[in-house]
């Protein structure tokens, strides 16, 4: 032990270590542990560290942790190390990382409630833990409802499951889902619908025994017990439901945040309806009874909507509506007598006040008289030994009688509802055994404790106590299995805790004593407890601070009751008088039911109590009712007890199984862990003391095998012997030491707790030191080879290096020699450009400065002559500006002084005008104002004097000056005179001077410009010319992009439409295959009711046999399978019960039928003809139209000639696209063959041919566009040249050159004209074919549409009379073709008139045609009864070569033996009408394929069927042809019912089914099916009968029998598919066994496990040679395989998902080579195309996600793409599976799997977890004609078919 411990405690060794917080935390080990150590040095997650200090008594270490291998595990006892905190944190790994909700706990499961939907838990998952063992898949509640059903079945034992939990933890929730379960395994699901009433019934339970706590909204107030009954065939034929301790204190009481039951707050959330009116009801705040816990509100809920739930299920159970508003009446009267109210008298007695509404409303709601009602509720009777008398009671006695009586009367109510719902899941039919559901309530532990929850702790110590026993003796019966030295197991027993409740004294009789003493109370109760228990038992305690309370030591936790109130709830007592007051009751009869058992026990004798009037004081007792009811009333806690007893001996009698659901949080939040909470209710609920159990003695166990596959890499080559067992014994002995840590048993090995993470390390020790060696090895060897590339890399890089730098060198010296000789020459041009620049600059630069100089001169002289002049000018202008001054500012100062002048005058007019008195008055007190307003003014008068003087010295001085400017002004107007003749002469000089100066510098511009202008020329000439060599070579490179890119648009064009034609063509084929199938499943629903209506057939003859006395021979001659049957009297038979059972034979009329269809068929064709017609009317008005627009066209120039000539193109183009388009129409959807779509069909090579021709089409027409654009602009051109000659000849060298440029220019442009157009025409194909597309759709969409139509048609025939069935199908016919071609022709109103007058000319002929038809009809029908009796009436007379070929049938000579000559044989077989049962029954009911079948050709069944159909046929007789296919049809039908489990049977007749199918299309004369025949075949068609429509039957009868076949098929692979593709390790030693603990895979069939690879591939060649044998159709051998594949795939990729110990790396290795070895065996066989291995690709998917990186964003996105087979939810669910099984492999994270659910979000698929195994893919029967000659074929007499005769 030493040593294990110093090597398990060392450095880096994880342990767990108490928190505060999370319960446990873990941390790892920084030194290794020493034997004296006092503390450990621990680093926890987040680096801290910390020094441990261990306990110095005990030195007990802390808790090692699980390996991570075994971290996530399905059962807590496959862990290792079994304690606490190993628990706790695979819970929750498991919970919240990967979102499993269930795990194992040995035999118990452990559901987490996640407060989410999960899609867990629909019809494909039960389906999937349908008959699988319950360790072979994940944890589930299905597979503890498996186990139970299966070992119901499988041991003929009752069953139990016993699901508990706290409120609020999901019990019910699970309890529906096993029922659920068993509801749909049992296949009564759809007949019994006993899940359904069960379901209805938990609305109404919920209503009245749910109610909101603080810890759920809807909490079961009340335990339920249900037995689900089966029959001896294990289907569900009933239900019964037991319940216990309703929490009957809640009516009366709620504490905060509670509410009362459901039901009341419904009922007042419903007050307004009209139903409810007289129920006086308001809302639940105005009644004592539901406002107590100031809640009366459920977030989300709506309680009147519920209500409506609670009444349609009371309507479902069968409680009709007078009932319900009688309850509803009940209820309203437990809420109004809540709000009575009693108001004291005196201190010792009470009263209610008169008229109290609400006790009116009570009584007149039960129906009792107010008087009596008042009167009891405030006394009572006292009985002694003489007399009984009446005592008032105080207001408190009467307010709890009055509680009391509320009590009782919901109890009687919830008891009565119960019985109802029994009583509707009853059953007459005997029960054979049932299983038992308990949904009841978990250990409780409030701040307040009272008598409920004493009673819920005191069940779950009995269950508890029963799960120890259960859990001890599975322990020991595995023991003793296996052989191994049994050892007691310390356990802890709840029996002391149970005695101490309900042993003799204890408490519950304490408390029922009590109950009898005349004083008892609460606190002499509790007294009595503690006198005596407190010394006696150490379960009990007494509370230090409180002498009305006690402890009770509980196996979960200790829990403290308040004594308050429990005598009162125990007695549950009800004053007498108030219930014979109820019963007195004559309005209301349902109260009066509930108080019947009461009377019953109270009145046992029969006597009717009084009718409860008042009652005189004294009264005399009667005996006899006191004694009964003394003898039968018992207390609560009494009851509780014996029920509680009688529920343990129904669980003692059963096999239990248990189901602990867990609340993770308080605060409903989806996937969150409180560890807090999780440890208490594991506590609480037994799950770890079944861990320490299970610890205490070996929980480790394996198989020899499984240890030596795990732990081989532990032994040496020397160690391993023949005999595996002793190999592991001599492993084990060198590998641990102590011997007591593991015993070795029959089968397997045992270990202690911790062995097996001891093994895992030193496996893991092993493996790390192999992989370090094969590291080192692998290692050096790539280092040696990536050194050896290097040294031979780095060696021809010199050799190319030096020659590559020698090649430089030479090259270098090339260039420099060149180099120097182009310098040479180009340094002499360049300096001889430069002096010839230099001269001719220097030769400019001299003329233009000569002529410079002379321009300055003469604009010297010039400026001078101007200046002169303008001077002259300016001075005058200075003059007259002057005088204009002058005059201006005189005639301004004139205008001052007068306006000054006229200012003075207008002042003092004014001053006189105002006298001073009158300021006096008006300005008081401003006289000093005035006085310096007057010196002012003064002053201002003496400033105007002075400059008044100063202006008239002024006007002096002016006048004097302006004298003398007048004497000047004359002398110089003189002088102006000579100055203007002067300047006239002048003027005319300088006009002529500067007319010449224009002239001049004209001519001098002139040239200067032309010389400009030819410099210039040259330049550009010399730069246009060296551009457009440069555009040239721009253009052309651009002319070869363009073509390139002319080139893939065209490839573009024609992949784009070859992948839509593709796609176009898929969809069709699609919607083809979704069609079939839809058939083909209503195929099968048909052929499903057709064997219902057979069984009930039978079962009614059945009953009617027995019916009657007697036994009534049967002919030895009939056979079991009536081979006799003739099947005229069976159509009989089945009319005659259509007035007892449904009408199910739908071919009562089958000639009728096939009439109509061929009719309808007619029809069509000849819509089809008027569609053709109307398609050529259109294609002739298009000619007409292009020829007239062609002729128009001729009259206008080449370029409207190019574009008639194109239109003409493009229309030609359209006409033959939409011939072909035409072609391609017929081709997919007019053919017969039924893959005419399917690439290789001859639709699709017609597709593809006509692609090909139109882009060989579209390529000339490319070419012809170009050319005719290049002429167009060859010929624009030639004008422009024409043109460009008139221009003047000194430019002629420079114009040609300019021709040039425009020449390229104008071909530039023309090349971007012929890519628009090109363009253009691109674009017009696109919308033509877009246009097609969307055409080709609607039309399949109408085609849909009409067969719609067609099928509601034909629905609506058959319910008329057959008189009318053909007329009215004609009429509708001829209606919907007239509609249709109307709205074809409604698109041109030209040519409608026209067309209407055409279909109305068809119509008149259609009608024509059918009166004409049906008179030939009628007229032939005559004839045919004239020539019948005729024939009777000649028959006897006539001799033998009279005889006709039709009569050889009814000859009366017996044929003689004449030998024939076998050219004269015809392939026929001629038989007698009485000889056709025969014929039937030894060729198909009594053929066997095992025996003759085997030796005889390939469906020779079907060749001698077709050969006799041909006689009847070539004789023509209609009644023959059909009772021979009619009985040939359902004999096949009854050979498969009575054999449809063979699969050899079912393969037989199923290729003889289809090659008579082929025969009947071969020989039918259709030109279609006789291209592969020989012209001796097309002798053998069939004559006279058109037998199309009986071809579709039989057509449909292959399907039947395909179907079948696939089923017979799925459940022969069905129990090797898991074993041999999941399980078998078909490569050894890659697959690691992990541990596994008590749920391993136990397999209830023997051989399931010996199921490998080879034996699926064994039994697919059995199956493909069997078929082949039988000469099935290859193409149909293709589809049987596909459809297995897809099984195979589906039924392993189903238990993938939902096994976690499948989910691993090696696993997927595995599946992979597995899907290899299926692909080889395809190969094998040559049906590698067949589809099959398509249908394995999701598995292939999953597989490969196993194995791929799962890290990095780069992993996600290469899984994204790689699993486009697999759904979002698969490819999430095989993430979260995902568990390593060896340390080295990782686990995935959780971000990871939030990465790949991101870029998954936008997917559109199902949501849908499994796939659908049940999913059967359409059949198609393609045509395979028989090169076998019809007259060949002999006819073994081992057939006994000698009345044949061969014609």
């Known amino acids: 032990m030493n040593r294990e411990l110093e090597y398990m405690f060392v450095q880096s060794a994880r342990v767990w270590i108490p928190d505060a917080e999370e319960v446990w935390k873990s941390a790892e080990l920084t030194k290794d542990y020493k034997n004296d150590d006092a503390s450990l040095q621990l680093m926890l997650e987040d680096g801290t560290t910390i020094d441990h200090k261990l306990d110095p008594k005990t030195k007990n270490l802390p808790y090692l942790r ?75 509640i299905f597979a503890v409802a498996e186990e139970a059903y299966k070992q119901m079945a499988r041991d003929e034992r009752n069953q139990s499951i016993i699901v508990s939990g706290e409120s609020g933890a999901g019990k019910t929730v699970s309890a529906k889902y096993a029922m659920r379960y068993f509801a749909t395994v049992s296949g009564s699901a759809s007949e019994a619908n006993v899940e359904e009433k069960v379901l209805a019934s938990n609305p109404i339970m919920e209503a009245i025994g749910n109610a909101k706590t603080t810890r759920n909204d809807n909490s079961s107030r009340f335990g339920k017990y249900i037995e689900i009954g089966f029959d001896n065939r294990y289907r569900i034929i009933g239900a019964n439901m037991r319940t216990y301790l309703l929490e009957k204190s809640r009516v009366v009481f709620q504490a905060d945040e509670e509410r009362n039951y459901h039901i009341f707050y419904q009922l007042c959330a419903s007050a307004n309806q009209p139903e409810f009116k007289n129920l006086r009801l308001s809302t639940a705040n105005d009644f004592l009874y539901t406002r107590q816990g100031r809640s009366p509100v459920i977030e989300g809920v709506d309680d009147a909507k519920e209500l409506r739930t609670t009444r349609h299920a009371f309507t479902l159970l069968g409680i009709n509506e007078s009932y319900q508003i009688g309850l509803f009446q009940v209820l309203a009267a437990i809420l109004h007598l809540g709000n009575v109210e009693i108001k004291d008298r005196d201190s010792d007695s009470s009263l209610i006040a008169p008229n109290n509404r609400h006790l009116t409303a009570f009584c007149e709601l039960v129906g009792v008289t107010y008087q009596d009602m008042s009167q009891w509720l405030c006394h009572r009777k006292l009985k002694t030994a003489t007399e009984t008398y009446i005592k008032p009671l105080p207001r408190l006695q009467a ?83 296996e052989q191994i030295p049994w050892t007691l197991i310390d356990f802890y027993d709840n029996q002391p805790c149970i005695n101490l409740i309900e042993a003799k004294m204890g408490i519950l009789d304490l408390l029922d004593e009590e109950c009898k003493m005349p004083k008892g109370s609460d606190d002499s109760w509790a007294q009595k407890l503690y006198n005596t228990h407190l010394k006696t038992c150490s379960l009990f305690e007494k509370p230090r601070m409180s002498n009305r309370a006690f402890i009770i030591q509980h196996f979960a936790d200790k829990v403290e009751y308040q004594c308050e109130g429990f005598l009162e709830k125990n007695k549950d007592t009800v004053n007498e008088e108030q219930i014979h007051v109820l019963k007195a009751s004559k309005k209301f009869n349902l109260l009066v039911e509930l108080f019947q058992d009461e009377e019953k026990a109270t009145t046992p004798t029969g006597q009717v109590p009084g009718t409860g009037g008042r009652t005189r004081l004294s009264i005399k007792p009667d005996k006899g009712r006191d004694t009964s009811s003394k003898e039968h009333k018992k207390t609560v806690g009494c009851q509780f007890r014996n029920s509680l007893q009688m ?81 592991c014994k001599n492993v084990l002995e060198k590998l641990v030491q102590d011997q007591d840590k593991y015993q070795f048993g029959k089968t397997k090995i045992f270990f202690r707790a911790g062995q097996v993470a001891y093994l895992e390390k030193l496996r893991a020790d092993k493996l790390r030191a192999a992989c370090i060696r094969i590291q080192k090895t692998i290692r050096c060897w790539l280092a040696r080879k990536k050194y050896l590339r290097q040294r031979s890399a780095a060696i021809t890089i010199q050799r190319f290096t030096r020659g590559y730098q020698a090649r430089c060198l030479a090259k270098f010296m090339r260039r420099t020699q060149a180099a120097t000789i182009i310098q040479k020459y180009q340094r002499m041009c360049v300096e001889r450009k430069r002096f010839r620049q230099k001269q001719a600059a220097a030769l400019a630069m001299q003329t233009i400065l000569r002529a410079y100089m002379a321009r300055q001169k003469y604009q010297a002289l010039l400026r001078e002559h101007k200046a002169v002049i303008i001077q002259k000018h300016v001075r005058g202008w200075l003059a007259r500006c002057w005088y204009k001054h002058c005059l201006e500012a005189i005639v301004y100062l004139q205008c001052c002084i007068r306006r000054m002048r006229a200012k003075r005058e207008l002042k003092k007019l004014k001053i006189e005008a105002r006298s001073v008195e009158h300021f006096k008055k008006l300005n008081k007190g401003m006289e000093n104002k005035i006085m310096q307003l007057q010196r002012k003014i003064d002053e201002q008068n003496k400033d105007n004097r002075v400059i008044s003087e100063r202006l008239v010295s002024l006007e002096s001085s002016y006048a004097s000056e302006s004298e003398r400017m007048r004497g000047e002004l004359g002398r110089l107007r003189g002088v102006e005179e000579d100055a203007k003749n002067k300047a006239n002469q002048v003027s005319s000089l300088l006009e002529e001077l500067e007319k010449l100066r224009k002239e001049l510098s004209v001519t001098q511009q002139e040239k200067k410009t032309i010389e400009d202008w030819a410099q210039k020329y040259r330049d550009e000439m010399e730069k246009m010319v060296s551009e457009l060599k440069d555009q040239n070579g721009l253009l052309k490179k651009e002319k070869d992009d363009l073509n390139r890119m002319i080139q893939e648009q065209s490839q573009q064009m024609t992949e784009k439409m070859t992948r839509a034609i593709a796609q176009e063509t898929q969809q069709l084929e699609t ?119 062609a002729q128009f066209r001729k009259a206008r120039g080449a ?216 008179r030939t009809i009628r007229k032939l029908k005559k004839q045919l009864k004239v020539y019948s009796k005729r024939i009777g009436e000649m028959g006897a007379g006539h001799t033998e070569g009279q005889t006709s070929p039709g009569q050889m049938v009814e000859e009366p000579i017996h044929p003689v033996n004449i030998p024939r000559r076998e050219k004269d044989f015809q392939g026929m077989l001629e038989y007698k009408k009485e000889d056709e049962m025969k014929l039937v029954k030894n060729l198909i009911l009594e053929l066997k394929p095992r025996g003759v079948a085997v030796n005889l050709i390939p469906g020779l069944p079907a060749y001698i069927l077709f050969m006799c159909l041909r006689h009847s046929d070539y004789v023509n007789d209609d009644q023959k042809v059909r009772t021979l296919l009619t009985s040939t049809i359902n004999s096949i039908k009854k050979i498969l019912k009575k054999r449809g489990d063979d699969f050899e049977t079912v393969s037989f007749w199923l290729a003889n089914t289809c090659r008579f199918l082929h025969c009947l299309k071969q020989y039918s004369g259709d030109e279609v099916f006789m291209k592969h025949n020989t012209s001796r075949q097309n002798e053998h068609c069939l004559s006279n009968f058109d037998l199309a429509e009986y071809r579709q039957v039989i057509s449909d009868l292959a399907i039947q029998i395909y179907q079948q076949l696939v089923k017979c098929m799925e459940n022969i692979l069905q129990p090797m598919i898991v074993s041999g593709m999941l399980e078998h390790e078909t490569i050894q030693g890659v697959s690691g066994v992990k541990p596994t603990g008590l749920r391993k895979r136990t397999s209830s069939i023997a051989d399931e496990g010996t199921y490998t690879l080879d034996s699926i591939l064994r039994q697919l060649s059995a199956f493909h040679s069997t078929m082949c044998q039988h000469g099935t159709d290859p193409e149909l051998i293709k589809q049987v395989v596909k459809q297995l594949f897809y099984i195979i795939g589906a039924v392993t990729l189903n238990n993938l998902l939902l096994r976690k110990d499948m989910c691993s790396w090696s696993k997927g290795m595995q599946i992979r080579y597995n899907v290899s070895q299926l692909e080889e065996w395809l190969r094998d066989k040559g049906l590698m195309n067949c589809g099959a291995k398509e249908t394995l690709e999701p598995l292939i998917q999953a597989a490969q996600l196993l194995q791929v990186k799962k890290k990095t964003d780069e992993d996600a996105e290469a899984i994204c793409s790689m699993c486009h087979a697999l759904t979002t939810a698969q490819i999430v669910k095989v993430l979260n599976l995902y568990t390593p099984v060896n340390e080295f492999e990782e686990r995935v994270s959780v971000s990871f799997i939030r990465t790949i659910q991101t870029r998954l979000r936008d997917r559109c698929e199902s949501p849908q977890l499994l796939m659908d195994t049940k999913m059967i893919y359409p059949v198609t029967f393609p045509f395979n004609p028989s090169s076998l000659a019809l007259e060949t074929i002999q006819i073994p007499t081992s057939l006994n078919l000698s009345f044949l005769t061969r014609v």
């Open 66 to 140: 699980n390996p991570d291998i075994l971290v996530g595990e399905n059962d807590l006892t496959a862990l290792s190390y079994l304690h606490e905190p190993a628990v706790l944190h695979n819970l929750k790994v498991r919970f919240i990382d990967s979102k499993l909700i269930y795990t194992y706990c040995g035999i118990v499961l452990v559901a987490i409630n996640p407060y989410e939907t999960l899609p867990i838990y629909g019809t494909d998952i039960i389906n999937a833990y349908s008959g699988q063992n319950m360790g072979d898949m994940d944890p589930h």
């Open 399 to 481: 307010t709890n009688a009055r509680d009391a009586l509320s009590k009782h009367i919901y109890a009687k109510l919830f008891n009565w509802i119960v019985e109802h719902v029994n009583k509707a899941l009853v059953t007459n039919i005997k029960q054979h055994s049932f299983i038992g559901v308990l949904d009841i309530y978990g250990f409780e532990t409030f701040e307040i404790n009272s008598f409920e929850q004493f009673c819920i702790n005191y069940a779950n110590e009995k269950l508890q106590q029963q799960f120890n026993m259960h859990v001890f003796k599975l322990e020991q019966e595995e023991y003793m299995k």
């Open 647 to 727: 529920l343990m001996e129904t669980l003692n009698a059963t096999t239990p199984h248990y189901v602990r659901c867990i609340k993770p949080n308080d605060f409903k939040l989806a996937f969150s862990f409180d560890p807090k909470r999780a440890v208490q209710q594991l506590r609480a609920c037994g799950v770890l003391e079944t861990i320490r159990i299970s610890a205490a003695g070996f929980p480790s166990r394996w198989t020899y095998q499984e240890f030596f596959s795990r732990y081989r890499v532990l032994m040496k080559q020397k160690d391993v012997l023949p005999d595996k067992k002793l190999t």
């Open 1071 to 1189: 919607d083809l295959n979704e069609e079939r199938s839809r058939y083909q499943n209503l195929l099968t629903e048909h052929l499903r009711l057709e064997e219902k209506y057979d069984d009930l057939k039978e079962e009614l003859a059945q009953s009617k046999n027995v019916s009657k006395p007697g036994h009534r021979r049967t002919d030895s001659t009939h056979s079991s399978n009536e081979s006799e049957y003739t099947y005229n009297s069976e159509y009989a038979e089945l009319e005659d019960g259509s007035r007892v059972g449904e009408d199910v034979t739908r071919g009562m009329d089958t000639s009728l039928t096939l009439k109509l269809q061929k009719r309808v068929t007619e029809l069509e064709q000849e819509k089809q003809s008027l569609r053709n017609e109307l398609e050529n009317k259109e294609e002739q008005f298009q000619r007409a139209r292009a020829r007239d627009d």
């Open 1199 to 1414: 370029e409207l000639e190019y574009e008639s000539l194109k239109r003409q193109e493009l229309e030609s183009e359209n006409k033959k696209l939409r011939h072909d388009l035409a072609e391609m129409r017929q081709s997919l959807l007019g053919g017969t063959a039924a893959s005419a779509g399917a690439p290789g069909s001859p639709a699709y090579k017609v597709l593809l041919d006509q692609l090909n021709a139109s882009c060989e089409e579209l390529e000339v027409r490319k070419e012809e566009v170009l050319i005719l654009r290049s002429q167009l602009v060859s010929q624009k051109e030639a004008m422009h040249h024409k043109e460009t000659m008139t221009e003047p000849s000194v430019f002629a060298q420079d114009v040609n050159k300019l021709k040039d440029a425009d020449e390229l220019k104008q071909a530039y442009v023309g090349l971007k004209d012929t890519n628009r157009l090109l363009e253009q025409q691109l674009q017009t194909q696109r919308r033509t074919h877009d246009s097609e597309v969307e055409s080709l759709r609607g039309e399949l969409q109408n085609v849909k549409e009409e067969n719609n139509r067609q099928q509601q048609l034909l629905a609506q025939n058959l319910q008329l009379p057959p008189e009318a069935r053909i007329e009215a199908s004609l009429q509708h016919e001829i209606t919907r073709l007239t509609n249709e071609n109307l709205e074809l022709l409604a698109d041109d109103p030209t040519a409608s008139r026209e067309a209407r007058v055409i279909i109305l000319r068809r119509m008149v002929d259609l009608m024509e045609q059918l009166e004409k038809q049906d």
